[in-house]
């Protein structure tokens, strides 16, 4: 599972990452958030295409997820791409979606969390509505996309023994708290950021330190320079479904 893709250069070292861990066999499955993968806000179909073409299996959102213009009468077009299941019935796009690994079937979900973040609906209502469609005894993968650390330990633990893992997203900033749940749930608090290592979340640190001591506004551009992928391996049991490990991965420009 891949944490928020920023811009050129989080789809640049996505594409190579991705393809060296599918090619060795080292990952089954990759679930990549592409949230910010057009320009810093949104995607495309193209783009989504690309991410497909180097191996990922599903694409989750979060926030940012309309940040590209007419991206809501497309959404519907691409079963592997899924939006937040808590947005408001009638919403275009899927929060949730089934999937098939090299070797296992298995589900993802995608979640928004609601403190200090724009309001949806409830995020516990509506993952207890999903699993409740998703078929019996295939493992689900959840995508939290949420600012607070609190509101996504407490889903870790409202989910823990009812999926294989809670990561969230969101943040950009990689948590060092990977761990499996007392009943198998593998959780992290944020899988961390895919975009230009030098940065503020992504963005050029520039105009970002001019909006922080003047106030005055300004236009924050995707960064430039060598990226980081961030992300972690959950390794997870064939014949119950469950979580066996969970650890964080990092890889920098260039990707040997
Ligand atoms: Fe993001
Ligand atoms: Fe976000």
Aim: charged residues 20%; proline residues 5%; hydrophobic residues 45%.
């Amino acid at each position: 599972m891949v944490g928020d893709v920023v811009g050129k250069p989080g789809r640049r070292i996505f594409a190579s990452v991705a393809r060296k861990l599918r090619d060795s066999n080292e990952v089954h499955a990759i679930v990549v958030n592409g949230e910010n993968a057009a320009a810093g806000s949104g995607i495309t179909l193209a783009l989504a295409e690309d991410f497909f073409a180097a191996g990922a299996d599903v694409i989750t959102l979060g926030d940012h997820t309309w940040g590209q213009r007419d991206f809501e009468g497309q959404i519907n077009s691409e079963r592997r791409i899924i939006r937040p299941a808590n947005y408001a019935s009638g919403v275009p796009g899927r929060g949730w979606v089934l999937a098939q690994s090299a070797v296992m079937p298995f589900a993802v979900v995608n979640l928004q969390g609601r403190v200090f973040m724009n309001p949806v609906d409830c995020p516990f209502r509506a993952v207890d509505a999903v699993l409740r469609e998703i078929p019996c005894g295939v493992p689900v993968l959840v995508d939290f996309h949420a600012e607070a650390t609190s509101e996504k330990i407490a889903m870790g633990l409202y989910l823990d023994g009812r999926v294989a893992a809670v990561v969230g997203t969101h943040t950009h900033v990689q948590t060092s708290d990977a761990k499996l749940l007392p009943n198998g749930t593998a959780y992290l608090t944020d899988l961390g950021m895919t975009g230009p290592e030098l940065s503020v979340l992504g963005r050029d640190h520039r105009p970002v330190l001019k909006k922080f001591t003047t106030g005055i506004p300004a236009r924050f551009e995707v960064a430039e320079g060598p990226a980081v992928l961030e992300g972690a391996i959950v390794d997870i049991n064939r014949e119950t479904g469950k979580a066996v490990s969970i650890r964080t991965v990092r890889y920098r420009e260039p990707v040997e």
